[in-house]
């Protein structure tokens, strides 16, 4: 269970050890739950973090007509009375994910319904993309300020050809779970790479469907019979992000850190940068570092296999210790430089123009007080106060828990010290 504690207070660390087995991952996990309301069966998610987003899928899905029985990191869901594609207002508006209803809800329903969806304030997300795909597809689609109403008619979903102007995951989504109910053979073009990706094909393969090309930029959606009534089983794979958030903790306060269910074919990139000694046993992560080395660099993030923008912020943290001059160029969002506005109030010296960060390395970071305003920046503010020099308060932890089961307790088993409180 999560913590309802909305601050910590975060302790200088001088070193983190230890082994470290990783929650599911958040950006799997919530297009798979939306992908079991296509199965008139029952499908077993194991693996599934406790977080807040899963948590209001598995509220969504209810409205949607679904049975959703949550224990233990494993998911129940029932979804053969399922009977409603109009999203309640309350839970539409509370997260971003909500949009990847859509493609399930016109396939199984010929119809849906939903408010502006939420999120984290980290720039235009526009779902252009989807609509597009959606109507590419036979569904008729109205779009106003992020809103949708959408429908299928009698004609029902149609298989198409279907490029993306950009690689959009939750487009590729999207398309992806209408593709399984349309008539005929669905191609997608400038499709998304993102390991999440594979995951979702990998889940939807388990209904009979074939999907090929999830690796190469260009999918394939043979889709079965159309309506699919199957008992499936998925173990949703570790949280890459939530990877890249401990080596990096690791590589900012020395230590030697074994992750050992991480492929690092999904965390690639950032290996590559973290300015630490690390290497794969063949089913894990191993940082080995004793000392931090200057990060002097340019980084850009973009669509996988390049920098993940989740990371972007959490390597701020990184890079305004280093001691070295370092440039972030963000690619993906407009305006997902907040935490650095928080982290010069540490002490950094980070200096943001459009889409570029430019970071002043300095050596330590002092106390203070900052507050997250977002998932990944919340995160990388946590991190922060392991490389400063004096404790560091940080509030509004509710945000890190959207995507975090447990970063504090996470931390604390390598040897963090920090005490979560209430305001």
Same mark, same amino acid.
């Given at each position: 269970?999560?913590?309802?504690?909305? @601050?910590?207070?975060?302790?200088?660390?001088?070193?983190?050890?230890?082994?470290?087995?990783?929650?599911?991952? !958040? +950006?799997?996990?919530?297009?798979?739950? @939306?992908?079991?309301?296509? +199965? !008139?069966?029952?499908?077993?998610?194991?693996?599934?973090?406790?977080?807040?987003?899963?948590?209001?899928?598995?509220?969504?899905?209810?409205?949607?007509?679904?049975?959703?029985?949550?224990? +233990?990191? =494993?998911?129940?869901?029932?979804?053969?009375?399922?009977?409603?594609?109009?999203?309640?207002?309350?839970?539409?508006?509370?997260?971003?994910?909500?949009? &990847?209803?859509?493609?399930?809800?016109?396939?199984?329903?010929?119809?849906?319904?939903?408010?502006?969806?939420?999120?984290?304030?980290?720039?235009?997300?526009?779902? %252009?993309?989807?609509?597009?795909?959606?109507?590419?597809?036979?569904?008729?689609?109205?779009?106003?300020?992020?809103?949708? %109403?959408?429908?299928?008619?009698?004609?029902?979903?149609?298989?198409?050809?279907? !490029?993306?102007?950009?690689?959009?995951?939750?487009?590729?989504?999207?398309?992806?779970?209408?593709?399984?109910?349309?008539?005929?053979?669905? =191609?997608?073009?400038? @499709?998304?790479?993102?390991?999440?990706?594979?995951?979702?094909?990998?889940?939807?393969?388990?209904?009979?469907?074939?999907?090929?090309?999830?690796?190469?930029?260009?999918?394939?959606?043979?889709?079965?019979?159309?309506?699919?009534?199957?008992?499936?089983?998925?173990?949703?794979?570790?949280?890459?992000?939530?990877?890249?958030?401990?080596?990096?903790?690791?590589?900012?306060?020395?230590?030697?850190? #074994?992750?050992?269910? &991480?492929?690092?074919?999904?965390?690639?990139?950032?290996? !590559? #940068?973290?300015? @630490?000694?690390?290497?794969?046993?063949?089913?894990?992560?191993?940082?080995?570092?004793?000392?931090?080395?200057?990060?002097?660099?340019?980084?850009?993030?973009?669509?996988?296999?390049?920098?993940?923008?989740?990371?972007?912020?959490?390597?701020?943290?990184?890079? *305004? $210790?280093?001691?070295?001059?370092?440039?972030?160029?963000?690619?993906?969002?407009?305006?997902?430089?907040?935490?650095? +506005?928080?982290?010069?109030?540490?002490?950094?010296?980070?200096?943001?123009?459009?889409?570029?960060?430019?970071?002043?390395?300095?050596?330590?970071?002092?106390?203070? $007080?900052?507050?997250?305003?977002?998932?990944?920046?919340?995160?990388?503010?946590?991190?922060?106060?392991?490389? *400063?020099?004096?404790?560091?308060?940080?509030?509004?932890?509710?945000? &890190?828990?959207?995507? #975090?089961?447990?970063?504090?307790?996470?931390?604390?088993?390598?040897?963090?010290?920090?005490?979560?409180?209430?305001?």
């Amino acid at each position: 269970m999560q913590s309802n504690e909305n @601050a910590v207070v975060v302790y200088p660390c001088g070193r983190l050890s230890g082994e470290i087995r990783l929650q599911g991952a !958040k +950006n799997s996990v919530l297009p798979i739950m @939306a992908a079991a309301l296509l +199965n !008139k069966g029952v499908s077993v998610l194991h693996n599934c973090p406790e977080i807040a987003d899963v948590y209001i899928m598995a509220e969504l899905l209810k409205i949607c007509g679904c049975s959703v029985e949550f224990c +233990n990191h =494993t998911m129940t869901i029932d979804a053969e009375n399922a009977d409603n594609g109009v999203i309640d207002g309350e839970y539409g508006t509370k997260m971003r994910a909500s949009v &990847i209803l859509m493609g399930s809800c016109l396939g199984r329903f010929g119809r849906f319904v939903m408010p502006p969806p939420g999120g984290c304030a980290i720039g235009k997300r526009p779902v %252009d993309f989807h609509v597009d795909a959606m109507r590419r597809l036979g569904a008729h689609v109205e779009s106003e300020d992020g809103g949708i %109403d959408a429908y299928t008619g009698k004609e029902g979903l149609k298989g198409s050809m279907i !490029k993306l102007p950009f690689p959009s995951v939750g487009a590729t989504q999207n398309t992806l779970l209408a593709a399984m109910c349309a008539a005929g053979i669905t =191609t997608i073009r400038n @499709a998304s790479m993102e390991p999440e990706i594979w995951d979702l094909c990998d889940f939807l393969r388990l209904f009979g469907a074939r999907i090929d090309g999830e690796r190469t930029g260009t999918i394939t959606v043979e889709p079965g019979t159309g309506e699919y009534r199957c008992e499936v089983e998925y173990t949703v794979p570790a949280d890459r992000i939530v990877a890249g958030t401990i080596l990096t903790a690791a590589a900012g306060c020395t230590g030697n850190v #074994y992750i050992p269910n &991480i492929e690092c074919s999904r965390i690639g990139s950032v290996i !590559k #940068y973290l300015g @630490a000694r690390a290497s794969s046993d063949g089913v894990g992560v191993i940082m080995n570092t004793d000392r931090r080395k200057e990060l002097e660099c340019v980084i850009s993030t973009g669509p996988f296999p390049e920098f993940p923008t989740d990371m972007q912020s959490i390597f701020l943290s990184l890079m *305004a $210790v280093s001691g070295s001059f370092s440039i972030m160029e963000e690619n993906v969002f407009d305006t997902r430089f907040a935490a650095a +506005n928080e982290l010069n109030r540490l002490g950094a010296d980070i200096r943001t123009e459009g889409k570029l960060a430019y970071v002043y390395g300095r050596r330590r970071l002092h106390g203070g $007080v900052v507050t997250a305003g977002d998932l990944r920046g919340g995160a990388a503010l946590v991190l922060a106060g392991l490389f *400063a020099e004096e404790p560091v308060v940080v509030k509004g932890c509710s945000y &890190i828990r959207r995507g #975090y089961e447990n970063l504090t307790g996470d931390l604390k088993s390598l040897g963090a010290k920090m005490e979560e409180f209430s305001e």
